[in-house]
């Protein structure tokens, strides 16, 4: 996608298998999935053809809650997103905001969400 503060990860496998991994990675940590959309059944929906696209809305409120009660402005970006998506060339991607763009966003001392994206590239590259 090439946008500031993303980064994009290539993944081994197809977009269904890889958010069903994430999924799994996150719940295993203790992290709540608050939505998953299929952007493409969406579309579907409605008659347009889209690649394979699914948005995970996910977060532990334990350790977002102190976050947002001391930096307010993370709540724009909490709870955290993984986009999993299909490019033109069949690849699947996961999207996300690096913890560096929001470590300096929202003025952050620490990167608290450096172990979510270990999670991340877990899924990308499975084992």
Known sequence: MKNTGIIDLA?????????????????????????????????????????????LIFGDPKAGTPLMNRYPSIAMDLPLKALIWESADGKTWISYNSPEFLQQRHGLEKKPFEPVELLLRAAAQPA
């Open 11 to 55: 993944c081994k496998d197809m977009v269904a298998e890889t958010v069903g991994r994430l999924e799994s990675l996150l719940k295993s940590r203790g992290m709540k999935i608050f939505s998953r959309i299929d952007q493409a059944a969406e579309a579907g929906a409605v008659g347009l053809a889209m690649r394979p696209m699914v948005l």
